[in-house]
């Protein structure tokens, strides 16, 4: 404290010598002596104040939007130091508004670069720091003993496939040199198959809650509300939750004693930050947003993330221009406001999540369940298996570290399981690979003039979609695109099909049809329709239901393959897409909302390389890749089944039954793999830390 102290004295001082609004002696002058306790004075009442007064200012601000809080941040600090700077002897402290602003940054930079690196050597403060940093709550006299018994984080990794962990893991230099130690010592590494719809909606309601019934892609059309549902919507991730409850009847995976960060889903758990589905909810302690209290309560959280807001920025910018330089393909535009998107998922969300977790493993949680977003948004636009990609794995890994690190600090041991929600499939645009749209070529098939220029730039780009959803609900801004004109899919009379993508699946729905579409009525409607899209080389298959024969996949060059029968006509449509591909949709097929036509891109057999129907450069949603082979990697203590997972309900029993309580062993229990333990037990140094 005493060197911390000295530090922000002397920045102070120096401050005070370069900045011209700023002074800390007399008008006549000051001796060096009574400048340094000048300094002294105002550097220990900014300490003074930013411990005691700057968390309740944070917590009577929790109603203002998360960023526009982060932003005050500033305006605070400097606050508290005019304040500070007022008690010095005589009102030698004189500086402007503005000029207050800066100097409180550099100094809770300063302070906070100070006490960091005093601590990394030194595990008693490393464990307080952690702990303050977390909002760590106190017990009181009458709390309940805390349970001995390990407790679980589920840390998802968003979008990173089984194998490009393998990858980072094991080839060379590893990547994710935390992980690499894990693996085959403490942790086993296994992959598991999604269901049709590979992506977070789908598969995190599944992992959560025990169903995803009835999601049959990230974004889709209600033809009985008239209303588009996109998954990490806030009304949209309500609802389905509100839905997988009803059809499941248990609140899901959290429940006991759980918490939720940065997820769409709550999982039942009471403590929920950064949540998609209560993100509507008001309140002074909104349940969704209460992550930002525990992190922004230390005003060098804010310092420190701006500055890596900042040089994320930076960064997305000259990765951006070297990859244009260097003719990477596929290459999509990555300009503007996107750079401060992905800031905001690499930094912002990660920060807030990772200290949430933290706080929750020193709370002594049963469960935890956090989504870091960081890869998946970056591989959207640079590739899953591109230079930038692979960066924003070296930074995950170093989050895993710090969690881990802080579970010695927790009073019981922790579990870590590492997982992912989907994988990602790389590969050219439909659009880039063919000159057209879906969009164009349905319309094209139903015999209908091209969309709008406006309608078909906004339907194909949705750069930063996942990001932008996050910091619209941080802002606090009203939903967009809840009906198909917002969304850009449909122009013109109601009898338009209305088309959606969902990475490399397509939906077209005619919102003018009750109930879903037939095979008949569409070739009534639109003879073409059906021949122009499974002849397109782009195009995979083309599922549609029947009224005489049942669901259908159709193919190129006449192609069928009867779902119900399994009887296939030619080459099987769906044979390059795993043996599995028939059961997952014939599943999707039985859903109430599944669109009239679902179409999903063709696939490269020996790349795995698909056309996503929107601007992205790795993408994910359907089938085909590796988008469809996330992973688990589990303590080896923690049991697997002897078949293969397939579909994220599958996942979820796996999950429940490692949390369900043990019964008390008769005996002493056999060894087992060492868990993360409190502090203690294991050294910061070895593998499983």
């Known amino acids: 404290m005493l060197a911390v102290w000295a530090v922000a004295s002397a920045t102070l001082a120096v401050l005070a010598w370069l900045l011209p609004d700023f002074r800390l002696e007399a008008p006549d002058g000051d001796s060096p002596t009574q400048i340094a306790v000048t300094a002294g004075i105002g550097a220990g009442a900014f300490g003074v104040l930013s411990a005691l007064v700057w968390p309740l200012l944070v917590r009577a601000l929790l109603l203002v939007p998360a960023l526009v809080l982060g932003a005050l941040v500033f305006f605070l600090n400097g606050s508290l130091l005019l304040v500070a700077l007022s008690v010095t002897p005589d009102g030698r402290g004189a500086v402007t508004p503005a000029t207050a602003v800066v100097i409180a940054a550099v100094m809770s930079a300063a302070s906070s670069a100070t006490s960091t690196a005093l601590a990394v050597r030194d595990d008693a403060a490393y464990g307080r720091r952690l702990a303050r ?95 588009v549902m996109v998954c990490n919507r806030p009304s949209t991730a309500a609802e389905l939750e509100r839905r997988a409850v009803e059809r499941t009847g248990s609140p899901g995976l959290l429940a006991m004693d759980g918490a939720s960060r940065g997820n769409l889903f709550t999982g039942g758990a009471e403590q929920s930050a950064l949540v998609m589905s209560v993100a509507a909810q008001r309140g002074k302690f909104s349940r969704s947003r209460s992550g930002y209290f525990a992190y922004f309560s230390d005003p060098a959280n804010a310092v420190r993330t701006a500055w890596s807001f900042v040089a994320e920025v930076g960064r997305e910018v000259v990765e951006s221009s070297a990859s244009r330089l260097r ?15 992905r800031a905001f998922a690499t930094v912002v969300e990660r920060d807030v999540a990772v200290a949430a977790v933290v706080g929750d493993m020193l709370a002594g949680r049963t469960a935890v369940y956090a989504d870091l977003v960081a890869y998946d948004e970056v591989a959207h636009h640079s590739g899953p298996g591109s230079r930038d990609a692979r960066k924003i794995l070296t930074r995950l890994d170093r989050s895993v570290r710090l969690i881990a690190d802080a579970a010695r600090y927790a009073p019981r041991p922790y579990r870590i399981v590492l997982l992912s929600d989907h994988g990602q499939s790389g590969g050219e645009t439909f659009e880039d690979a063919y000159g057209t749209g879906l969009r164009e070529l349905v319309r094209a098939g139903c015999g209908l003039p091209p969309a709008g220029r406006e309608s078909g730039r906004r339907a194909g780009r949705r750069t930063g979609a996942e990001a932008r959803a996050a910091a619209r609900s941080a802002l606090r801004r009203p939903e967009r695109g809840r009906r198909p004109a917002e969304e850009a899919a449909c122009e013109g009379p109601p009898s338009d099909p209305i088309v959606l993508a969902s990475g490399n699946l397509g939906l077209v729905a005619f919102p003018d049809i009750a109930g879903r579409a037939t095979l008949e009525e569409i070739e009534r409607r639109c003879p073409r329709l059906l021949p122009t899209l499974t002849a397109h080389p782009g195009i995979g298959f083309v599922l549609v239901r029947s009224a005489q024969r049942g669901p259908l996949v159709l193919g190129p060059g006449g192609a069928e393959h009867e779902l119900d029968s399994g009887r296939v006509t030619g080459t099987d449509p769906l044979a390059c897409f795993g043996a599995g591909a028939a059961g997952a949709v014939l599943r999707v097929h039985g859903f109430p909302h599944t669109a009239d036509l679902m179409i999903n891109s063709a696939v490269d057999p020996l790349t795995g390389a698909v056309h996503a129907f929107e601007e992205q450069a790795g993408s994910h949603g359907g089938l085909g890749g590796p988008q469809s082979l996330p992973f688990v990697l589990a303590p080896a203590e923690l049991p697997l089944p002897a078949e293969p997972i397939v579909g994220a309900e599958s996942l979820h029993t796996v999950f429940r039954t490692w949390l369900a309580p043990s019964p008390a062993p008769a005996t002493d229990p056999p060894a087992a793999a060492p868990v993360l333990r409190p502090r203690g037990g294991l050294s910061r140094t070895s593998p499983q830390s």
């Open 133 to 227: 940093l977390a909002g760590r709550r106190r017990r009181h006299a009458g709390d309940p003993p805390l349970p001995t018994a390990p407790g679980t984080v589920f840390l998802q990794l968003d979008g990173v496939g089984h194998d490009v962990l393998r990858s980072a893991l094991t080839c060379g230099a590893p990547a994710m040199p935390t992980l690499a130690g894990w693996l085959g010592s403490t942790h086993r590494l296994t992959a598991w198959h999604t269901d049709w719809s590979s992506q977070t909606g789908a598969s995190q309601l599944a992992i959560l809650h025990g169903s995803n019934h009835d999601v049959p892609a990230f974004r889709w059309f209600e033809k009985e509300t008239g209303q």
């Open 327 to 341: 003719r990477d393909r596929p290459r999509i535009k990555r300009g503007g406001i996107y750079p401060v998107l």
